[in-house]
């Protein structure tokens, strides 16, 4: 959880069993859930990959550039912010 301007970043984290691979070893994906509660309380999706963990430096950028989804057609990462950091 990373607190920042107001905006409180919660990861709902879910591992999931995906079986087994050739070897018999159990395979477990986590998959994450973004959320981010902005300073009026209400709960917003991050735009972020939900194979991708979200560092604390992503968090403030996201915040900082006002909270934005999608650049194109895939979920955003942090060369993304940073692109759209430069652009500001």
């Known amino acids: 959880m990373f ?52 560092s604390e430096r992503d968090f403030q950028m996201w915040v900082d550039l006002g909270c934005p989804g999608r650049v194109g057609y895939h979920t955003l990462c942090t060369k993304d912010l940073e692109t759209l950091m430069g652009a500001k």
Request: include cysteine; hydrophobic fraction near 25%; glycine fraction near 8%.
């Open 3 to 54: 607190l920042y301007k107001g905006y409180t970043y919660l990861n709902d984290c879910d591992q999931r069993d995906d079986g087994c691979d050739e070897h018999g070893c159990p395979i477990i994906l986590t998959v994450n859930a973004h959320s981010v509660r902005t300073p009026d309380g209400t709960e917003i999706r991050m735009d972020w990959s939900q194979w991708r963990d979200v």
